[in-house]
Antibody, heavy 120, light 111 residues
């Protein structure tokens, strides 16, 4: 059974940094692209970032490019999102999502999410 | 990098069919057969119900179907059931720069 468990969320001040982690199990982690998608409270889904199977390619939404960095540790079956220069508009539940073999395929299986609150 | 356009809400009675539209541009929906649809019940995580415009993942009801014409993709739900009441989001690959876009979401109410 696919399991994705996010951690690292919390309250951070504007301008601060936070690192999210996603521990994966139940599938061959290194065989799949992975994604981060966020959802502000009461709002819709927003794409954040994608990383290829071997971590060699990464893609970002305009809203986070230059501030967030996605990475992965395949031997540890863990996905990361390093977030910096955080803004109140970054407040959201951040979902770790399992993709497919190719990065362009749709995000498929979603974790339960971790809440990030950016507030002074 | 604008979001894809969906109606805010749609409604239908049990047994009826409804269609939700998702309008993009020639740089995203119109250029790639990589449109997906997600269902999200209140307080739950999204679930993939359609990928690559019209394909259903294993376990998804045949009542859900997808299509595309030009820059607009559509999700049709036939034989509406109370359990279909949820938010629905479209999503499209948008090229190597914008990469991926979501629609604003559509709230489906089963009357």
């Amino acid at each position: 059974e696919v399991q994705l468990v996010e951690s690292g969320g919390g309250v951070v001040q504007p301008g601060g940094s936070l690192r999210l982690s996603c521990s994966a199990s139940g599938f061959t982690f290194s065989g799949y692209a992975m994604h981060w998608v966020r959802q502000a409270p009461g709002k819709g889904l927003e794409y954040v970032s994608t990383i290829s199977r071997n971590g060699g390619s990464a893609f970002y939404a305009d809203s986070v490019r230059g501030r967030f960095t996605i990475s992965r540790d395949n031997p540890m079956n863990t996905l990361y999102l390093q977030m910096g220069s955080l803004r109140p508009g970054d407040t959201a539940v951040y979902y770790c999502v399992k993709g497919d073999v190719v990065v362009v395929a749709a995000p498929a299986y979603w974790g339960q999410g971790t809440l990030v609150t950016v507030s002074s | 990098q604008s979001a894809l356009t969906q109606p805010a809400s749609v409604s239908g009675s049990p047994g009826q069919s409804i269609t939700i539209s998702c309008t993009g541009t020639s740089s995203d929906v119109g250029d790639y057969n990589l449109v997906a649809w997600y269902q999200q019940h209140p307080g739950k995580v999204p679930k993939l119900i359609i990928y690559e415009v019209s394909k259903r993942p294993s376990g998804v009801s045949y009542r859900f179907s997808g299509s595309k014409s030009g820059n607009t993709a559509s999700l049709t739900i036939s034989g509406l059931q109370a359990e279909d009441e949820a938010d629905y989001y479209c999503c499209s690959y948008a090229g190597s720069v914008s990469f991926r876009l979501f629609g604003g979401g559509t709230r489906l109410t089963v009357l």
